[in-house]
Structure formats: C-alpha cells, structure tokens
C-alpha cells in the first residue's frame, strides 16, 4: 500500500510522518514516534489502555487509523507530565494508591483528565461512569476513582 | 490466531472525501467495493476479526456538511457524522428526547461515544444497536443519498437483518430526522447488558403521546430480541386510545413479551429475554407516561 | 520496635515512571535490528500435523519455524515442583494439536503486517482426530485418548482414561467419623473456567547474543526458571542465557510458567539471528491458558453441638491439553480444603482430567477459590439446615493458632503461629450489624438484599520445616554505596502489589536507612541468585525474608568496618537514624557523640581498600504461615431481572504486619472485583461442537467488572487484624492470593440470604437467577 504523509501534532511538537493507510495511530505512536505509554490491550475497543486525547477527547487509539488524524492534536501520557513536573493528576494517583502494575494507568489518567475538564467536579458515580471503558483488573478502581476525586474536590476550593 | 488485533492486516485503496458529492462519486464509481469509514468504532473492529473486508475505504467523518444537529421547524435533524458524545451532550436531546438521550447514554465508553457516529451506529445494522429502538418509536426517517439521487426511509424500514441495511452500495445515509412529537410527549429507554456500557442483552424504547388522560400515540421498540431492531404493533395498539393503568402495563407487557421471539445466544439465553422484556417495558412504559405528565 | 518505614504509606519506587508512562513492560521493549513475530494456531481442537508447507511465506521474506526446527523437547511450563514430581507433556512445537488456539508454526519478518500476511500463507494439512470436550466423558475407556504417554521427571509414563494425574488423601477414619454424625450433608459445586485477563498480553523479545548466547524480556513471574527452562531445551549453558526483571501488566497467574511462547520467540530469534518480538494479540492470550475449573462434590458430617466429626471431598479438574501445574494444584486442594476446617477424620480424591481445551494454569488462589466457594458455602448450607449460627458454626471448628496448616499440600505444613481469624470475625459481625441480619423466609418485594459472610487463606510461601515437593528459597544482593545509599538486587518479580517496596521497606527497616535512599537495581538472572517465583502469596513472606537475611549480613560487615575505624567493640555499637541530618549513624550504645555516617564508613572501608560493603545469600522460609481473610458482603437482587448490585463489602485481612498498608488494601479491594467477577460475570467456556471458546477470545461478551460494577468508595471497608507472625520479616505474611479466596462464597451466602436460592454453579449471573426464582430451585 502506498505510503501517505501526514502532519499531526503529538504531546505539542509537529510531526510529519509516512504512513500506510491500515496503520493505526497506537502503532504510530509506539513504533514510529517510540511512545510507549498508549498500550495494546484488547485492540477491539473495549478496554482503553490505548487511550490517548485526540484535539482533548479521549479516543482509542487502537481503533484510529493515522492517515485520518492529520492535521489534529494528539496528547499521550508522555504528554501529561515528567518526572520533573508531574502532572496534579499524575500525583494524585500515586498519593491515593491507584498504581498497581501500571498497565492501565496512562488510559486511566488521560480520561480523568478529560472528565475533570469537562466536568471539575463529577461525583463518584460520574467519575465511574466516565471510567467504565477502562479496565483494570488490579485495583478494582477504588483507589482510581478516589484519586480523581481528589483533584475534583482540589479544584473546588 | 486467524486475526491479530494489534495491526489492521488487510489492505485497501483509502480515499478521504471532503464533499458530499465526492463521496457519492467514489461510491458509484467503486461499485459495491467500497466501506465508508466514520468514526471507525465498528468498522475496523469488524476489519480486524475478519468479519469484513473491502478493497476500498472512503473516509467521511471529516465532511462538515454532514456534522449538523439543528432543529427545524421542531423537527430535529442529524448529520449522521454527529457523534454519539455530540447527541449525549446536547440539552435539547437531553430535554425532549428522553429515549435517544438514555440510549446513549447506556453505550459504550466515552472515548468510544466520541469517537463513534449515530450514522454508523445505525449503518452498521446491529441487532443490539442502542439507537434504533428509540429513532424507531419516534419514527425517524433516514435520508439516503446517492448519484441517483435521494430517498427517504422511515428507520423501521431500514434494517433487515445482522449487518444488512437497505443502504445499497452506491448510497450514504445522509440524514437522521425526528418529526415533530407534538405536546405531551414522552419516551423512554432501558436496557440491561453483562456490565457497564457492554452490547445489550435487551433493549427496550417506548415514546408516548398523551391526550388528556389517554394515550394518543405508542410505539415499543426492542433491540437485541430479533435479527433486526423491532417495534410490536399489537402491543402498541393496546395502548392507544386507553386511560393508562398499572394493570394495562402488565398486560400490555406481557402481550409484547409474547410476540418477541428472541434467541440465545453467548450474550444471554431466549427465556431470560423474553421474561425481562416484561420488566423494562413496564418501566419503560411508567418513566415515558410519566414524561408526558400523565398519572397513574 | 522502633520502625520507621514498615507499616508507613510511602510512594511506590515504580510510581512516577508509571504514571508517566516511562515505565518499560515487555511488550515496551524494543531492540535495534528486531523482527516481528506471530503465532498460526490450530482452528482444530485435536489433529495430527501431516504437512506444512510455509514455502509461500518464505518467499515473502518471512522467517518459519516447524516443529522440526524446534529442539524435540518434552516440557511443563511451570517448573516449581522437584523435577521427579513433574509431569512433562508439550512440545516448543507439536505434530498434535490438542485445543484451538494451540501455536503449530510462528513467522517473523520486518514488520507484524507481514508476518501476519505471510503466515496467512502457510499451508497445514490436518488428520483430523476425534476431540474430547467433556471432562466426565473423558475418562470413558471408549473415549479417544489425547496422550499415549507422558513423562513425570524422566520417567515415561502411560496416560489411562486421559487421567492426567490423581491425589487420593485419608486422615484417620472418615467412614467412623460419617456414622457418628447427627447430621451428613452433602452437595455438588461447580466452577468454571475463566480468563486471567491480564492487561498486558504475554510477551517476549529475545536478543540472540555474539557469545552464542540469548537475552530474552519477557512477561514472567520467575525469572530464573524461565532461564533454566531455556537452557534446558535450547541446550545453552545458562551463563549465556540472561532473562531481564521488568515490570508485567498485571499477571495473577498468567506468567507464573515459563509462557509457551517464549521458546518459540527464542527458536525464531536463533534460526533468524535477529531479535524477534512476538507479543501475543488478545485473542492468542485468552487461547493460552485459563483458571483452572473445578467440579467439586464435598459432604460434610456434624454432631448436634456444631462440632464436625468427618469430610469428604471429591475433585475433578478439567485441566485442559496439557499440564501445567495439576498435580501440585490437586495437592494445594487438599491442603486448602485440609486446613479450613477441622474435619477430624477425612478423605480427599482429586482427579485431574486431560481434554482438547486450553490449558488450565495457576489463578490467583490456586485451586483456593475454588475449594473455598465449595467449602465456605458448604458452611453455610449446614449451618441453615442445622440451626446454628454462620460464624459461631465457623468458629467452632476453623484451623487456628497451634493448628497445623498445609501450605502446599500434604508435603508442605507448618504450625500456625499467629491468627486473626476471631477478630476478624468479631469486627466484621460488628460492622455490618450481623445481629440484626434476618433471614430469607422474611424478605420480600422486588429488590431484596442479603448479607453473607466467608472466610479463608491462603499460604504465605511454599516454605516448610523439611523441604516438601516444591522448591521455596529466594536471594538478594544487597550494597552501601559510599554515600551511604543502599542498592537491592532482587530477583523477585513484583506484579504490582508492592512486593518491590516491601523489600525495600525491610532493607531500610533494618539498616535503619531512609525509605529513600534505598534503591531496587535493575536486575536480570546473571546478577540476581535464585529466586523460585513469585507465587503462592511468597513475596513479602520469602522474598523479603531473604532480603532482611541478608540486611543482617550486611549490617554485620557495616558494624565490623565501623569498630575498626572507631576502636570499639563490635558488640558495643549500634545503628540509629538520624532525622535532622536524614543519615544513619553508627554509635556506642547509648553513647551518640562517638559516631559515624554509614556512609562515612563505606567511604573510608573503600579508600582503605577493605572492599564494598555488600552481602548475596539466599534464604528458605521454613514455614509457610497462612494468611488470612474474612469477607462481609452485602448484595441487592433484583428479583424481576436477576441483576444483582453490591451496595456494601468489609474486607477483613490479617497479613501480620503491614508493610504497605495502602498496597494491602490495594490488594483486598483489587480481589474483590475479581472475585465479583469470578462468581457474577466470568466464564471462558468452550463450545462443546467445535471446541472453539464461545467468546472466540474476544473480550467483547467476556469483559471483566468495570468502574461500575463495584460498591461505592464509602461502603468498602478495610480492616486489618491486629496480629503479629513470629517467622515473617517484621512480623508479616503474605496477602495477595488469600485477598480474593472468599469473595465469591461471600457473595453466594449473601444471594443466599437475600431470596433463599444457594447457587452451586458460578457465574451466578441474572440468567441462572431469574429461572432459579421462577422455579424455586437451586441454581
């Protein structure tokens, strides 16, 4: 198949990139821009770990083609924050616990960070239910959903 | 395995449009030979386990003519492009359309709601599709645009079994209209599913209209009971024209539980089906007439 | 005591890199010049391999590999057991496929797509042989048969009935025991098989090495056995086999066996003698292995007085193609069901039965979760038919302080040293108001919620007195640099419950080091001693064991270096933390004015040439301390649909001392959804037509609990009992596997008290409810 170019912006840099059309951003990203933090979990959609933020939605990067994201934003967890400047989320989930194996927890942080800029102060159900697409199977969430509420309630003041 | 998810193996000529026109043009042209790709939740998902293949890929999320959800003359017209986060999000959908907003709300993850459209949830033909039941109890009608030109398709017409539509091949749905539902008007949607936001077991969409104390206007509507979304006239017709009692609910419940003749399969058993058919009905039925201001 | 980090919540040493996303798992790892691999797997659930012709793939410039490229060695995954108690039975690659989903050729090329596309290319030819789906009819003399023999150690064995290996047990004299009973109850429980569904799919990358050697990533919970296990097959001398340590997405069972695609990567890797990668997709993963599943008949006899007197129990595991670890798993059964409760006189018979499924492995709790549901609703069955009380019956007759505990079977006991089994108890009968739980004949309406209580274990360790049928020792390395920072190298594999920061918390403890001037180095198997796995509930309880053996090693060195530099005696001196100056001194007792950094003396010990300050030993835990749980959960049953909700749960654990307070609850809350998922929603069952698994390893309608499935933060409780282990490193036991072992009899009690109905099938989904309460039967 013939290779396209395509121009994106990833975690604030331009990138021009070749790509097929069946190559899909997850692969993109991982193989070509070498960020690691989306991971390949089910690669059907159906448990986030390859969550990324497309122009500040979270979508799937498993189920993107990259020739279709040209021109857009894209936010991995590399994105989010460093060692020298975590990101408050970043911090909040190591403060409450929310890292078991750490597999999920790039997905699992860039949707709290979408829902708490939608929405700065979702209650518990909210929080669960913006979640739901994540698994996890270490933490049963609970340390999760409690650190993103931490930060709702640290925005509320 | 015969699949790998990891990659998308199979290979394809890939065409963006940014036209309607051009659109319709790649689809005549390819003849049968081409997949629109939208928001791609179910396309690609169907491309890597094998269930579908196309030597042609025509990207269209990106038309802006076909991203619009504007209410005209009360009534309520969609692009299909509009993504089911769009339709989650949008008050009057959350005010007036009490079974489109519930149906949407019960979906998937958000990533996959901002991702996925409402023409692809339909197009894809699902059995399960969470949207149908209730465009189906407002009586949507589906625009379908072709070189050949346009027709309009009540959405009850438009499936005909898992993964077939009457979209042919040279056709794009390029419009989803809900007529105007008038006072008094309420819906309603349910669904149950093995845990959060996964594919329905059942669902149930009822929209009522009440006229004084009697219910004008019913339709029902399940998913996930036959090949096809299905709406159940006679059950339908109990209601019409009837003061809306407890007792009219069970029996009108247990008329549709009757005329549904769902399968088993790996997602729940044909006997579970039918029996909670009744209870989402049921609640179905009270939440909409509740909607519509009616008492029981 | 004076403990400075044991029992604090201090940040996880792995924590920013994960939060990041810079912490590299397998499936991260990427080595110049590598190529990628996929699996072909059998569509067949039994068939002879005639013929495969991969010519087409080869001129796509893919790299095959056959299994006659492969070296012709009969393996067993896990090699934990002594070697003669082994049963060895698969193949790198076999000439019989014996499940769907069984890998019989692997192509690699420069990218997956093309490996992909040329393995689509590969042509086999089949013998279609007929299949055995059935584990009961599976050992009808007229069913086929899926081995003519096997080997156990060296020695070949024949295979009858595909009986793939049995375990009878008699203590005392059960038919005594059953005639002086009042009350003789029996039941039927089934459990089925389910899916690890770890987030990380099994991985590895193996890097051929100039030296003729290999270095292989891969997802693993030992390490050190898979490098023996490489070895072995490839014939390489292990010093030129190295297997990196690195985080795993998650595992619970999954990579505690050398993962049959790891020898496959590394024959690929040497016939090509590039890197390759292969990662398994979702639906390679999910053909791999699964729970064990187990069919379990158990009757118990009572006297009036609520004492037990006798006990029988019958198993059948349906272990799938191969065996992985089924002959210790029907020993750990008998030890699970041995030491709950005292029976007095009993029986145990496990068979473990060959079919053409995919293979059956370890899942958190070993064979425990399945024991425990029968057992703990057993518990509750008799104590409804006979008028006593759930937890004063359970009281009566559990396995306390003083008892004997089997931690492996019959040839792994100790004695039971510490328990919090009556406090916890006590407190979780507290919490939930037990006294005023009514029974079910009282509840009515649509919505009706039940409480029900469980109890379990699991073992910390497969330690011993006397060294039993498994292997159980760990290592450590442990060094003051000049600064008087402190390295560990560890080979025990931390899978995210903390193990890691235990270790260090215990090196640190000791050292009387700050938390964070302690490391744990980047290691692999040829800087690392032996480590057996990190299983069986071991890591805090061994792996830190030996690593606070060798603390004391290295603090002796310390001591000794710092009595020459300091002209003291060596018994005179002690080691403090000093928190204003964050550094730890060494001191005359009692005497602080004459001192020395740790620091200082590893500095001066070097300039004097004396050498480093470090220790390697290994170390055996000679017990194996059970670890207990008690579970309170509340459930709410939909009576119209069968859909059951969670509104409240009390975790109860005694662990000893808590290392990582956090992490433990960490561990307690993370079991629950698991253990809501084994007995609500989980089932990776095949279809007995065409051997396919119905979900065809897709995740879609085979989704673990979500966000949403659990209780709300307020109403899951954690407790911890307030108990101290005498043999543990500062007094702790273990936690992971014993958090989940009562969940689901927990939750099938509640069920019970809600509507009356006792499940003995898992899962108890809304299905099975609602036909159970249309036809008042049991489910």
Request: with cysteine; aromatic share 6%.
């Amino acid at each position: 198949m013939e290779k396209r170019l395509i121009k994106l912006t990833v975690n604030g840099r331009i990138r021009e990139l070749s790509v097929k059309p069946n190559d899909l951003l997850l692969n993109v990203l991982r193989n070509d821009l070498q960020l690691m933090g989306a991971k390949y979990g089910c690669g059907i959609g159906e448990c986030g770990a390859c969550t990324v933020l497309l122009d500040g939605q979270t979508a799937l990067a498993c189920l993107i083609l990259a020739v279709t994201v040209e021109g857009q934003e894209i936010t991995t967890i590399e994105g989010m924050g460093d060692h020298v400047q975590l990101h408050p989320l970043q911090q909040a989930f190591l403060d409450h616990g929310a890292v078991q194996c750490g597999f999920c927890t790039p997905g699992m942080l860039l949707v709290g960070e979408a829902l708490l800029k939608e929405n700065p102060c979702p209650s518990e159900d909210e929080i669960r239910e913006y979640l739901r697409g994540n698994l996890c199977r270490c933490t049963g969430y609970a340390a999760i959903v409690k650190a993103i509420k931490s930060e709702a309630k640290a925005l509320e003041i | 395995m015969k699949t790998d998810t990891k990659i998308l193996a199979s290979e394809f000529e890939y065409l963006e449009c940014h036209t309607l026109e051009e659109v319709l043009d790649a689809l005549t042209r390819y003849n049968g030979k081409a997949k629109i790709l939208a928001g791609g939740t179910d396309l690609l998902t169907k491309m890597k386990t094998g269930a579908l293949h196309t030597e042609y890929l025509i990207f269209v999320k990106k038309i802006e003519s076909l991203n619009y959800l504007i209410s005209d003359n009360n009534t309520l017209r969609i692009g299909p492009m509009v993504s089911l986060r769009e339709i989650e999000q949008h008050e009057q959908i959350k005010a007036s359309y009490s079974a489109l907003f519930e149906a949407v709300r019960s979906m998937a993850a958000t990533s996959v709601k901002n991702m996925a459209t409402l023409g692809g949830n339909l197009c894809n033909g699902s059995p399960a599709a969470d949207t149908a039941p209730p465009l189906l109890v407002y009586g949507a009608t589906l625009k379908l645009t072709s070189s050949r030109g346009v027709r309009l398709v009540p959405v009850e017409e438009f499936f005909l079994g898992p993964s077939k539509t009457v979209l042919a091949s040279d056709e794009l749905l390029t419009e989803i209209s809900i007529p105007d539902l008038g006072e008094n008007v309420g819906s309603s949607f349910l669904k149950l599913g093995r845990v959060a936001a996964d594919i329905a077991k059942i669902n149930v969409a009822v929209c009522i209209k009440r006229t004084g104390q009697a219910v004008s206007y019913c339709r029902i509507a399940f998913g996930s009971v036959a090949p096809t979304p299905i709406r159940v006239p006679e059950a339908e017709a109990m209601l019409v024209g009837k003061e809306l009692s407890n007792e009219l609910i069970t029996n009108v419940a247990q008329a549709a539980a009757n005329l549904i003749k769902p399968i088993t399969d790996k997602r729940s058993t044909s006997h579970y089906r039918q029996q909670v058919s009744k209870v989402v009905l049921e609640e179905a039925l009270r939440s909409a007439w509740q909607r519509t201001g009616g008492e029981l | 005591m004076d403990l400075q980090v044991i029992g604090k919540v201090l940040p996880r040493k792995d924590g920013i890199a994960k939060v990041c996303g810079k912490e590299p798992f397998a499936s991260d790892i990427v080595v110049p010049h590598m190529l990628y691999a996929v699996t072909l797997r059998s569509s067949h659930p039994h068939a002879e391999i005639i013929k495969i012709d991969t010519s087409e793939a080869e001129k796509m410039g893919a790299i095959c590999i056959t299994p006659d490229e492969v070296p012709d060695f009969t393996y067993n995954e896990r090699t934990v057991s002594i070697p003669e108690k082994t049963y060895c039975d698969r193949k790198v690659l076999p000439r019989r496929v014996r499940h769907v989903g069984e890998a019989i050729t692997a192509v690699a090329a420069e990218t997956e797509e093309l490996a992909f596309r040329a393995m689509q290319t590969i042509k086999i030819e089949y013998r279609i042989l007929p299949s055995v789906l059935d584990p009961v009819k599976a050992m009808e003399p007229d069913s086929a048969a899926l081995y003519e023999d096997i080997f156990l150690g060296k020695q070949q064995l024949k295979v009858k009935n595909n009986i793939a290996c049995d375990r009878n047990i008699v203590i005392g004299d059960p038919e005594a025991g059953f005639a002086a009973a009042d009350y003789i109850i029996e039941r039927d429980y089934n459990l089925p098989r389910i899916y690890h569904h770890q987030m990380e799919t099994k991985t590895v990358v193996c890097q051929p090495e100039a030296n003729g050697g290999i270095t292989v990533w891969s997802t693993t919970q030992t390490i050190h056995n898979v490098r023996q296990l490489l070895g072995q097959i490839f014939e390489l001398p292990l010093s030129k086999v190295n297997v990196k340590k690195l985080s795993i997405g998650g595992s619970f069972g999954s990579g505690i066996q050398m993962n049959s695609t790891i020898p496959i990567c590394v024959a690929l890797a040497l016939k090509a003698r590039r890197p390759v990668k292969l990662m398994s997709s979702r639906e390679d993963d999910m053909h791999n292995h699964v729970k064990f599943p187990a069919r379990i008949k158990l009757k118990v006899g009572v006297k009036k007085n609520a004492m037990i007197v006798a006990a029988d129990m019958q198993v059948l595991v349906d272990i799938g193609a191969h065996q992985i670890n089924a002959f210790p798993l029907l020993g750990c059964m008998s030890g699970w069901y041995a030491s709950l409760y005292k029976w007095q006189d009993f029986r145990f018979e496990g068979t473990a039965v060959y079919t053409n499924k995919v293979p059956g492995c370890a899942m958190q709790g070993y064979g425990n979760p399945e024991v425990n549901f029968a057992v703990e609703s057993h518990m509750d069955v008799i104590a409804n038919e006979c008028g006593f009380d759930p937890i004063e019956f359970r009281l009566k007759n559990y396995v306390g302080i003083g008892d004997e505990f089997w931690g492996q079977g019959p040839t792994v006991k100790s004695i039971i040293k510490s328990c919090g089994v009556e406090e916890m108890l006590k407190v979780g009968a507290e919490k939930i108001v037990w006294s005023e739980r009514r029974p079910c004949q009282e509840k009515t309406g649509r919505y009706r919620r039940g409480v029900g209580i469980a109890r379990g274990f699991h073992t910390s360790g497969t330690g011993g007195p006397k060294p039993g049928e498994v292997i159980d020792y760990s290592s450590a390395t442990i060094k003051i640099n000049e600064d008087g920072t402190v390295d560990v190298l560890s080979p025990v594999m931390d899978l995210g419950g903390g193990t890691g920061e235990a270790t260090v918390k215990v090196v640190a403890e000791l050292l009387k080091v700050p938390y964070d001037k302690v490391e744990l180095a980047i290691v692999d198997t040829r800087t690392t001693g032996y480590d057996v796995n990190t299983h069986a509930t071991r890591g805090v309880y061994c792996g830190c064991g030996a690593a606070l053996h060798v603390a004391r090693q290295v603090r002796t060195k310390l001591l000794e270096f710092a009595a020459r530099i300091l002209e003291e005696n060596f018994d005179d001196l002690e080691l403090s933390y000093e928190p204003e100056e964050n550094t730890t001194i060494i001191h005359v007792k009692g005497f602080k004015q004459k001192q020395i950094t740790i620091g200082e003396v590893a500095k001066l010990a070097q300039i004097y040439s004396w050498g480093t300050i470090a220790a390697t030993d290994s170390y055996r835990q000679k017990n194996c301390p059970p670890c207990f749980v008690a579970h309170f959960i509340e459930v709410e049953v939909d009576t119209w649909t069968g859909v059951v909700k969670v509104p409240r749960a009390i975790l109860l654990a005694d662990s000893g001392t808590p290392i990582n307070p956090d992490m433990l609850a960490g561990q307690l809350i993370g079991s629950l959804s698991r253990g809501l998922g084994y007995v609500a929603y989980e089932a990776t069952e095949n279809d007995l037509e065409t051997g396919e698994l119905v979900c065809g390893g897709f995740i879609t309608d085979n989704k673990i609990p979500t966000s949403c499935e659990m209780p709300l933060l307020e109403n899951i409780e954690v407790y911890f009992a307030h108990t101290y282990e005498p043999t543990g490193p500062f007094g702790a036991k273990g936690i992971g596997e014993a958090a989940l072992n009562s969940v689901a009899a927990a939750y099938s009690n509640a069920i019970f008290n809600a509507i009356g109905i006792r499940f003995y099938q898992t899962p108890i989904t809304p299905e099975r409810i609602l036909q159970a309460l249309e036809g008042g039967i049991s489910g």
